[in-house]
């Protein structure tokens, strides 16, 4: 017979709803989006699969209150506790996906562009370009910096290995 929690687990792909890493059962939990103290259901659209850690943390308080948490991590949310650490074993396009870890560009000017645009990216935390517009101009002026052509081809093809990698997603003229 098949639970509750593996139905949602399944649904999910096995990831934790929030952070999106994988989630072993046995450190999973339902969470109640609307809690049932404030009159949610169990049915699956209210209900999510995360580990028992958050699920304290988040307990029975709004929706709103459940929000600002996430909100508060800007980025990649990270679970409490250590349920859901665990590197994917495959990528997952989840477009809450962490990006993976990022060389630091070589200081003797033999850096690749991405190299660079990353390091970049990484060195400016959350204070990331959030336009594609602005994303394109930082770019060309960290590969202008390093004597490195920018043709708005290289820019565009610079902005769509981001996004394959994981580290940028575009949505309009929005960056995240």
Known sequence: MT????????AQGGHCFFCRKPLPKAEASVEHLLASANGGT???????ACCK??????GSKSIKEKMQIVLNQR??????????????PTPSPSPVATPPKVAPASTNGNASPIDL?????????????????TLASTIKALLKQHQK??????????????????????TDTKVS
């Open 117 to 133: 645009v990353q390091a970049d990216l990484k060195k400016r935390g959350a204070s990331r370009p959030r336009k594609v517009s």
């Open 75 to 88: 980025g990649n949310f990270q679970c409490p506790g250590n349920a859901c650490t665990q590197p994917a």
């Open 149 to 170: 052509p920018n043709a708005d081809a290289e820019v565009a093809s610079l902005i769509a290995e981001l996004q394959k990698r994981g580290q940028a997603i575009v």
């Open 3 to 10: 639970t509750h929690l593996d139905r949602l687990l399944f």
């Open 42 to 48: 169990n049915d699956d659209g209210n209900c999510v």
């Open 53 to 58: 850690a958050l699920n304290h943390l988040l």
